[in-house]
């Protein structure tokens, strides 16, 4: 692929790439490119594994100094390990290009998916936010300060869509270089996330600079487009400096007040006025959202490398207290590791009937990383070993109880043991179906258990309970909003009509496309209140393409549905949904306009919607002959700062 590529100079960088990766690595194609770096997938033949290889940019290894500033700051990034932070597992010498080795991550950047869904689930944003967090309150304790996060520096995993950041580091070897970053048409970074004592040039900073950055990533989730724009870098500078926050409301109404207040104390222009650290800025915002989650986590987990890969890879040390533990990691024979394996499993067995879930993850973490050991006589004891674990069910048991009753760290290293076996991962959606429990739902999400054939089963579940949890849980899965959506349908084709209903109204929940579809789908469902939630959650979603539905319900509908959908009108917002419901109050009956709780629920309505879109026909319905109407809209005006008084008088009409 890299011949078709058709240049030259790429073709020449992969093969330097090669060189100083060894024999045992075999470049493959060029997934990436950027102002500062150029990124190769690259394949591991002895562990039969694919990887990514970030080379600085060619226009920018002219100057010696940086190539050495971005090898020092990779090395420091490197020493990086927590589950959200994608791991970097060799940085090259400098008698190579520079460059550095990491997980190969499949998936999607933040910023991909925002270009393309738009406005995420408040949910979905609070949940990357919270791993975000993590990673950033996990580095800046260990000293290291990003200086670039963004939304294209976030990777969300295909599988579970669990948030990782990349690229520690790499931003201060290249704002603190003498080098002309612009020359060759290079551009580094981008504008719209730099704190203000960078947009400002300063160099000394820490980490309240990334919560900065941090409540910018957010925003744009929440609103679909950064708070801060202009046609040139300076324009942006100028913005982060003495621009305040743009206010939500416009473009995301509904959302409570208190999380812009929350985001625009960690975009305060003064450092010392922001959260000291990300986690307290998401533990508020999560407190203004005011819906608690099921999780308290900010943990994720990518596959780490072998420690026995000595010739290339960093290893990472694992320290253990028990005998057996430290005997395995210390292994260096097939008999030794054989025995010392066998020894862990017996003690992992003891730990999980004692409920010692801390025993049980240090023991899966010791076995899986001498699982990864690249001579597979070696590998091959703690491989058996683990999987013989994974139909422990009281491993499992241990591990579950941990994570819902263990604080953020606790959870992160229980979720690392989960996932180093699929059959673990597997009998942990077993233990949340028996207990019905959406805190496990989530769980197993987060570690790879849904997979497409156990959702069919779940959607399918006669169990009111089980189907209750799993799409409980599906409100906070930070997966794609196309696959969410295809198993919420799956679930619209359950025959009970409360399990359909819910599945809507999870769908709701979460608002946006997703609402809108689903809601669309389950408007023709037989059952009432199916079809009730179907028009709840198009007003939830918030989008213009629901207002025909709506409208038409509204006028031929039943009475409840019509109510049903004048509420989910005033959910919408708009000035279009305001003259929807104003034509309710010209309806007549018997040569006198009709009156009853369709109108009063249409005044009500009215009276949700912003007053700019709403105040002339609340103006007219003052003087109302029904007193509960006229009593809404003056109350409404009043609360508006409008003028009250009717434009004509209405009552005899």
């Known amino acids: 692929m890299l011949a078709s590529d058709g240049s030259d100079r790429i073709a020449a960088?992969?093969?330097?790439?090669?060189?100083?990766?060894?024999?045992?690595y075999r470049v493959e194609e060029l997934i990436g490119k950027g102002g500062a770096a150029i990124v190769f997938r690259v394949h591991d033949e002895r562990l039969h594994r694919s990887l990514a290889v970030k080379v600085l940019n060619p226009d920018l290894m002219a100057s010696t100094e940086l190539a050495q500033r971005f090898r020092r700051e990779a090395q420091t990034a490197a020493a990086l390990n927590h589950p959200n932070i994608v791991p970097i597992f060799f940085v090259g010498g400098e008698a190579h290009v520079p460059c550095y080795v990491m997980p190969l991550v499949e998936g999607e950047s933040l910023g991909a998916r925002i270009r393309r869904e738009g406005q995420l689930p408040m949910d979905v944003a609070l949940g990357i936010a919270k791993d975000i967090a993590a990673a950033l309150d996990f580095a800046h304790g260990a000293g290291v300060i990003h200086r670039d996060v963004k939304p294209d520096n976030i990777m969300l995993d295909s599988v579970t869509g669990r948030s990782l950041l990349?690229?520690?580091?790499?931003?201060k070897a290249l704002q603190e270089s003498d080098v002309e970053l612009t020359q060759s048409g290079v551009v580094v970074g981008t504008p719209h996330y730099l704190s203000p004592e960078q947009a400002s040039g300063q160099k000394s900073i820490d980490g309240r600079a990334d919560v900065y950055s941090l409540s910018l990533v957010v925003y744009e989730m929440l609103a679909g487009h950064p708070p801060f724009t202009g046609g040139t870098p300076q324009a942006i500078f100028a913005q982060h400096v003495s621009a305040e926050l743009p206010a939500l409301d416009?473009?995301?109404?509904?959302?409570?007040?208190?999380i812009q207040d929350v985001l625009a104390k960690a975009a305060a222009k003064v450092p010392g006025d922001r959260f000291d650290r990300a986690g307290e800025f998401v533990r508020f915002l999560?407190?203004?959202y005011g819906r608690r989650s099921l999780r308290t986590s900010g943990a994720t987990v990518v596959g780490t490398h072998s420690p026995s890969d000595m010739n290339l890879f960093q290893s990472l040390e694992v320290k253990a207290d028990q005998p057996s533990l430290q005997a395995l990691i210390e292994a260096k024979s097939f008999t030794d590791v054989a025995e010392a394996a066998e020894s862990v499993e017996q003690y992992l067995g003891n730990a999980a009937l004692q409920g010692n879930w801390q025993g049980v993850t240090e023991g899966i973490?010791?076995?899986?990383?001498r699982a990864q050991d690249s001579r597979p006589a070696f590998r091959d004891p703690a491989a058996r070993a683990l999987e013989r674990i994974s139909k422990n069910t009281a491993v499992v048991e241990a591990l579950a109880t941990g994570w819902k009753n263990g604080g953020e760290q606790t959870q992160a290293h229980l979720e690392e043991a989960l996932i180093a076996s699929p059959g673990l991962a597997g009998h942990l959606l077993d233990l949340a179906i028996r207990e019905r429990s959406p805190v496990l739902m989530l769980l197993a999400d987060r570690v790879g258990a849904m997979t497409e054939g156990r959702v069919d089963a779940l959607a399918r579940d006669n169990r009111m309970g089980v189907v209750?949890?799993?799409v409980t849980a599906l409100r906070e899965s930070l997966r794609p909003t196309h696959i969410v959506e295809r198993w919420l349908a799956l679930v619209l084709q359950h025959p009970k009509p409360e399990v359909r209903g819910l599945a809507v109204e999870s769908a709701g929940i979460r608002g946006g496309v997703l609402a809108e579809r689903l809601g669309r789908l389950a408007l023709g469902d037989a059952a009432l209140e199916v079809r009730i939630a179907a028009l709840r959650a198009l007003g939830r979603s918030r989008r213009v393409e629901a207002l025909p539905d709506l409208a038409q319900f509204l006028e031929h509908g039943a009475k409840v549905e019509q109510i049903?959908?004048?509420?989910?009108?005033?959910?919408?917002?708009?000035?279009?949904?305001?003259?929807?419901?104003?034509?309710?109050f010209e309806r007549k009956?018997?040569?006198?306009?009709?009156?009853?709780?369709?109108?009063?629920?249409?005044?009500?309505?009215?009276?949700?919607?912003?007053?700019?879109?709403?105040?002339?026909?609340?103006?007219?319905?003052?003087?109302?002959?029904?007193?509960?109407?006229?009593?809404?809209?003056t109350t409404a005006m009043e609360a508006g700062g409008a003028d009250a008084v009717p434009s004509h008088d209405s009552s005899r009409d």
Do not use: Y
Request: no cysteine.
């Open 589 to 633: 009956r018997l040569f006198r306009k009709e009156r009853g709780p369709l109108q009063e629920a249409a005044a009500t309505a009215l009276a949700r919607l912003p007053l700019e879109v709403s105040k002339d026909t609340l103006r007219l319905l003052v003087a109302d002959r029904n007193r509960q109407i006229a009593h809404i809209a």
């Open 166 to 171: 990349m690229d520690f580091g790499i931003a």
């Open 13 to 24: 960088l992969a093969e330097q790439v090669g060189l100083a990766l060894g024999e045992h």
């Open 286 to 288: 999560e407190r203004a």
């Open 250 to 258: 416009g473009v995301r109404p509904g959302l409570p007040r208190a």
């Open 468 to 470: 209750q949890a799993f």
């Open 564 to 584: 049903a959908a004048a509420e989910a009108l005033a959910d919408l917002g708009s000035a279009r949904a305001a003259q929807v419901l104003s034509r309710v």
């Open 365 to 369: 973490r010791v076995l899986r990383r």
